[in-house]
């Protein structure tokens, strides 16, 4: 048993208080709680939904083990990986084969989506409950509707016809293939506008505030990454070719609207979609993203622009109650003594050859951050001052079967 006391966020409020940690667990927060003084602002680690840790025969551009070596310094105790890898996971022997990776590499919590591709349509319900026997799926997802690999474009039809057999989370990539090459900000807003003719829906990475007024007015939730509120197209100047992403960065305008429209927000989450160098200057789609989006948001945070609560619904409670997360979200009696503590006063500038990605490169170069000094996962002191303290393989206390 341990406490730890300092600043926390405790019910939408930052208190004062000790919180005691049994088996991972929070047992315990009360202001006359004793011990080990904390300094900086104790906040829940945060969940990044939508990563995509590569591996398998992309592990040039990342593994699972460096990619949540990369989440852990960035104060992320929860990653939701993405089934878009070579070979792609859409069945549950690579299911399997991939959840016991990460069972031995994954610094974090590990969470993996299952693949809707056009070979696997037919099968999908069927292989999900099978999966389901000994996993806790978090969504079918991310189904592209336009993508450059065929098996992974994913007609309306087969999406409507998915959607109609389960009631399980969806999360879509909503891009219009007939109109991304005429106008790719249409190519969103009317791929989201037919998706919520189909059903509900969590939509993935929204770049334009017309579809986040569209999705905010249903029943379907949305998620917002950093590179679409903090750049734009008028980064082409620094970024070159490296500037391409799945949806495109857009106006500066359009960055603004979207930023001014955050509380229509459901989730934000990085889209971390690593290359190697050789494959950005190839013009590959894709940024780094899961270290770097705490930090720039508890910048913002001190600056004045966003409120710690803004930030913590964002990045931990929302995406914990949308994916069902148990024991995740809030520091909370019950909860998974999940934390990341973060000094206001050490404001650093983002340098890619910092950052613990294989992508050896960052859209976010010399961004002001605040990186966590410390993060603690179930009660674990994982880092300290830039240096890691845990090994990885998934904590002794990861459930392997669904109790969520
Ligand atoms: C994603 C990737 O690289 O996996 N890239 C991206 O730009 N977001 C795939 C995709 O969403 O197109
Ligand atoms: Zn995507």
């Known amino acids: 048993m341990a406490v730890i006391c300092g600043k926390l966020f405790y019910k939408g409020e930052i208190i004062t208080a000790g919180i005691e940690i049994e088996d991972g667990i929070v047992k315990r927060i009360d202001k006359k709680l ?9 906040l829940p680690a945060g969940i990044d939904v939508h990563v995509h840790f590569r591996d398998f025969e992309e592990n040039r551009k990342e593994t699972i083990n460096s990619g949540s070596l990369s989440a852990l310094f960035g104060g992320i105790c929860l990653v939701v990986d993405q089934p878009n890898t070579n070979p792609i996971v859409d069945g549950a022997d690579e299911y399997k084969r991939r959840m016991d990776k990460a069972m031995k590499e994954s610094y974090v919590d590990y969470r993996l989506n299952v693949a809707l591709t056009n070979r696997n349509s037919d099968s999908l319900i069927e292989t999900l409950k099978e999966i389901e026997k000994d996993y806790f799926v978090p969504a079918i997802g991310e189904v592209f509707i336009h993508h450059t690999n065929p098996d992974l474009q994913i007609p309306y039809d087969t999406l409507s016809m998915i959607r109609k057999s389960t009631s399980k989370l969806i999360t879509v990539h909503a891009e219009d293939p007939a109109l991304i090459d005429e106008d790719s900000t249409q190519a969103e807003i009317k ?7 189909l059903g509900n829906f969590h939509f993935c990475h929204i770049s334009t505030y017309d579809s986040a007024i569209k999705i905010s007015d249903s029943e379907s939730t949305f998620e917002v ?6 750049l734009s197209y008028d980064d082409l100047q620094n970024l070159g070719s490296f500037i391409r992403v799945n949806p495109p960065l857009r106006s500066r305008v359009e960055a603004e609207m979207l930023f001014n429209g955050l509380q229509l927000a459901d989730i934000i989450a990085s889209d971390h979609a690593p290359h190697t160098l050789e494959d950005k200057k190839d013009g590959k789609p894709g940024f780094p993203g899961v270290e770097t989006m705490y930090p720039l948001l508890i910048y913002l945070m001190k600056k004045g ?12 409670s929302n995406p914990a109650r949308i994916f069902g997360f148990e024991r995740y979200g809030e ?8 934390f990341a503590v973060f000094d206001l006063k050490s404001v650093t500038k983002i340098r890619a050859d910092k950052l613990h990605t294989l992508a050896e490169w960052t859209p976010f170069e010399n961004f002001d951050a605040i990186f966590p000094r410390r993060v603690y996962i179930r009660g674990e002191l994982a880092i300290e001052d830039g240096e890691v303290k845990i090994d990885p393989g998934l904590h002794k206390h990861e459930e392997r079967s669904g109790t969520e």
């Open 34 to 42: 004793e011990g080990e003084q904390i300094d900086g602002l104790i």
């Open 191 to 197: 791929s989201v506008e037919r998706c919520l003719e």
């Open 225 to 230: 990454t950093p590179h679409h509120l903090f």
């Open 305 to 316: 622009v966003i409120g710690v609560r803004t930030i913590v619904k964002l990045i931990s």
């Open 331 to 338: 520091i909370e009696i019950g909860n998974y003594a999940n």
